[in-house]
Structures are given as structure tokens and as C-alpha cells.
Nanobody, 122 residues
Framework: QVQLVESGGGLVQSGGSLRLSCAAS????????MDWYRQAPGKQRELVAH???????NYADSVKGRFTIYRDNAKNTVYLQMNSLKPEDTAVYYC????????????????WGQGTQVTVSS
């Protein structure tokens, strides 16, 4: 059973930094895509940062230059380093992964983490 476990959220002052972690565990052969989404109250879920296994990354315009997504493949973990945080960044942040389970010819499945709250005060 594949699980994504997130950590690192919390309360931080405007201009501060946080690092979110998402560790994937279970019968995983490879992780093709790992993403971070966020959802603020009353708003739709937004793709924040995207990473594929070849090292390609992409970011929402609102976080470019401030957030960095990176992976530790040995630990099946993706991180989101968030710097220069703004109150507008306040949201629940969700890790998402597309991965092959069990073996090379296993199915490609999507998984979501449970979410972690990030609150940025003025």
C-alpha cells in the first residue's frame, strides 16, 4: 500500500521560510511525477510546483523565485522550500505523486497526501 506522508507546515511570519516534506512509502518501483498543490479557504486547488523524474520543474507564477521543489530519490521524498512567504501563501498544501507500483510494468497510479497547513501572518 502506497502512502504519502507530509510534514513541515506551521505558522510563520511574513518574509519567513518553511520547508515541506512528503515521503512516499510502500511498494514503489519508480516515481514519475511529484507535485505540490495548495488550497486556500473558498478557493480552488492550485498547482504550486511540479517535478518529474528527469529533473524538470515548473512553478506557478505566484511562487516563482520564492519556492523550490526538489527530490531525494533514495528516500522517495519530495520537498518544497518556501522562502519570502507572504500572507497570500496561506493554504493547505498537498503532495501529489504519479508513480509505478511494485515493478517496471506495474500500473501508473496517482496518490495524494493528507495535506499540511501553512499559515503566514502579516
Amino acid at each position: 500500500q502506497v502512502q504519502l506522508v507530509e510534514s513541515g507546515g506551521g505558522l510563520v511570519q511574513s518574509g519567513g521560510s518553511l520547508r515541506l516534506s512528503c515521503a512516499a512509502s510502500g511498494s514503489i518501483f519508480s516515481i514519475n511525477v511529484m507535485d505540490w498543490y495548495r488550497q486556500a479557504p473558498g478557493k480552488q486547488r492550485e498547482l504550486v510546483a511540479h517535478s518529474i523524474s528527469g529533473g524538470i520543474t515548473n512553478y506557478a507564477d505566484s511562487v516563482k523565485g520564492r519556492f523550490t521543489i526538489y527530490r531525494d530519490n533514495a528516500k522517495n521524498t519530495v520537498y518544497l522550500q518556501m522562502n519570502s512567504l507572504k500572507p497570500e501563501d496561506t493554504a493547505v498544501y498537498y503532495c501529489h505523486a504519479l508513480l509505478r507500483a511494485v515493478r517496471a510494468d506495474g500500473p501508473i497510479l496517482g496518490y495524494w497526501g493528507q495535506g499540511t497547513q501553512v499559515t503566514v501572518s502579516s
